[in-house]
């Protein structure tokens, strides 16, 4: 994934109310960033031996990682950005040969709890190498293997198969979902490797890995008067926006204020983390203006500048004024205000509404007995 600098302008909320509108520069990342481990696209120039930063080659068995396209006559699009990398076995008589790389892991997976990762393979029919006079291809069928761990790699082995696939047959890029639940300890690094189906038949084998995220869980997040909300068993609530986490939001609801990207990350009452994250807009010249009909009173529901004029005025049905109203709207974002009408007789009225220099006229204001 490609980082790039930028400036914008970011809100920060504490306790549901906005604290200060201000404009910052940040570090972005393509999507919602570098979430699970330094570099979850693989991104890095093609290289030979060498997996791309975040990555480290666990140098057992006399192999190492290449950042792809271009290496080993492979020529593959990425499933996503610009690189990936390739992990081969070998078929040998004594040793097993295979290559494995490790990250370090942003948040640990911790034990009991489980995630659900998605992670793009590929099989190759074109991967070739050259041995003395032969030319090799690595185009058989392997299996994939995640594992956990917190020491040096060369002990990875005696920790924590945490999942694999079954046998893989896929030539192009085919997106799994892997689902992990540590059950010895907290995890605080991932090792990636290929294995042979047969450990007694070893074969040349090679896989591309690209494009490691969380699964994202659509449609958990709802807009609720002027906020959006989390169903109420969600746990250890994070918020972010655009990216970037709103600091102190762990309540089950954040204020509708800009448009954007919005991200949950929270725990379901199985421990297992859930990512969300929907881009929302709002209307923010939107009035809602209710109980209508009504009979004594009137609350309009708006969004607001701070400091600025409220104007609200209504006419009968003939055109003659029977309601005024001024105030100064008292902060920014979701306001609400009360208007008392019981000294209007029953009948049919027009409100206009006006908001600094923005005019809204709505007709048909029903006031009954």
Not at 88 to 100: G, K, Y
Request: glycine letters at 6%.
């Amino acid at each position: 994934m490609k980082n790039r600098y930028f400036c914008s302008e970011m809100l920060f909320w504490k306790s549901n109310k906005v604290i200060i509108l201000a404009l910052f520069c940040t570090l972005s990342i393509q999507s919602l960033g570098q979430i699970i481990t330094q570099n979850d696209g693989f991104e890095g120039p093609p290289q030979i031996h060498i997996p791309p930063d975040g990555w480290v080659n666990c140098h057992l068995h006399n192999s190492t990682v290449d950042t792809q396209p271009g290496i080993f006559n492979n020529q593959k699009p990425p499933s996503q950005g610009n690189s990936y990398i390739s992990m081969v076995t070998r078929e040998t008589d004594v040793l097993p040969s295979f290559e494995s790389a490790w990250s370090k892991l942003v948040l640990p997976f911790e034990q009991g709890k489980c995630y659900t990762l998605k992670i793009d393979l590929s099989l190759s029919k074109e991967f070739m190498a050259k041995q003395f006079a032969d030319e090799i291809y690595f185009d058989k069928p392997c299996k994939f293997q995640i594992f956990g761990f917190n020491a040096n790699c060369s002990h990875y082995l005696s920790a924590e198969l945490l999942w694999e696939t079954d046998t893989l047959t896929n030539y192009d890029w085919e997106t799994f979902e892997v689902f992990i639940q540590p059950e010895l300890m907290d995890v605080g690094k991932l090792l990636l490797r290929p294995y042979y189906l047969d450990e007694e038949d070893r074969t040349y084998s090679v896989v591309f890995v690209d494009n490691l995220s969380y699964k994202n869980t659509p449609n958990v997040i709802q807009e609720n008067d002027f906020s959006y909300t989390l169903p109420d068993w969600a746990e250890d609530i994070e918020w972010y926006f655009n990216g970037t986490l709103l600091e102190g939001e762990n309540g089950h609801s954040v204020p509708l204020l800009l448009d954007g990207l919005y991200e949950a990350r929270f725990y379901d009452e199985s421990g297992c983390l859930i990512m969300t994250s929907e881009y929302l807009t709002f209307d923010h010249d939107a009035i809602e203006i209710y109980p209508n009909p009504t009979k004594e009173e009137l609350m309009i529901k708006f969004f607001g500048e701070k400091g600025e004029q409220l104007y609200v005025v209504m006419h009968d049905a003939i055109g003659k004024k029977v309601f005024e109203h001024h105030s100064i709207i008292p902060e920014f974002g979701n306001n609400f205000t009360k208007l008392s009408l019981v000294h209007l007789a029953p009948g049919t009225y027009t409100i206009q509404i006006n908001r600094g220099n923005q005019k809204v006229d709505f007709s048909k204001i029903v006031i009954h007995q």
